[in-house]
């Protein structure tokens, strides 16, 4: 009897020590799915932009090795990820910016830089997030920050970040500046011609309606207006149809609204196959006639220099680590099926030592 209940002791401690590795294990493991992001914002000749203001928004997410999505607060904003080239992020993480300002949307985190003009977002899950900074003057220049989107991976294995954000540099001193909005309708040759007649765009200034414009083939889609101090403006159409993806695009004065034909919309219609492939095609050829417009115009857009894969800095103005492989890693390099089988061993082992225990 006694020798049965010894058994049934050593029993239910390996029960219980295989019990706790599962916890460690999975401890262990969520704390390497965490992330961060530091910010080195400077200037070209390296001078610290101290107390600039940057937020980080949790958007979306990864689908597939090659495929993300809006989620939470922006899962339902008229904008494709689909081009994940350099242009088409940088276009979509402007746009998820003047969303978020726009709609008044809580940033997951918010921060400002030290006097190193360093920062830094710590913690952060697996996932997909914008980072948009706010327009901040020193001595004689303004300097507007670039937004751009990064990626937490699924994989683990490099999370943490450092990046050097862009900016737009505009001279303070100035005493009047001419602003422009443009519409653009981005259809292709196979594509329907179903953009309506008009639209109308609310004009934003430092956050506050101050105009609504109808833009139609009258006035060439577009509208320009003047003033006398530099402001943080912004537009909206106020609504995209559901036919259609949007883009907000801009410089330091322009500012140019993208409507690309939804192809997901149109096979839902006529049940035809092939949706990534079609979607990607349609989101490079806007990005082609963007640059073409404002070429034309003689302007120019600054954009990042190129989508990397990095663990460490970046000059890039939008950076995204891809993720090849979509299967969870615990931090120690295990894969996730001992887990189970653990768990199971270890409840197995302690019912059967305190029944031995208790046997007569």
Known sequence: MKMLQRIGTVLTIVGLMLWCTVGLVCSVSAEGEKGSLKLLCRTADEQALVGMHWDIYAVGGRVSADKLELRGDFAD???????TTAMGLSAAAQTLENFAVLNHITP???QEADQSGTLSFDSLDQGLYLVAGEMLRQGDIYYIPTPFLVEIPVDGSV???SAHPKYLSVDATKESWEYSV???????DAQPE?????VMVQIYRNGILVNTVELNESNDWSYAWTAKEFYDWRVLEIKVSEKYYVVYRS???QYVIVNTYNNDYQ???????NVVEQTTTTATTVSDQFETSLTSEGTGVQTSVGTQTVPSETTASTTVQISEDNEKLPQTGQLWWPVPILGTSGLLLI?????LRTKE
């Open 251 to 253: 410089n330091e004065t």
């Open 108 to 110: 997951l985190d918010s």
């Open 351 to 355: 019912a059967i030592g305190l029944r």
């Open 77 to 83: 904003f008229p904008v494709s990820l689909a081009d």
């Open 267 to 273: 096979n839902e219609v006529t049940h035809t196959t």
């Open 159 to 161: 999370v943490d970040f």
């Open 182 to 188: 443009k519409k653009i309708w981005a259809n292709t």
């Open 194 to 198: 179903e953009h309506s007649d008009f």
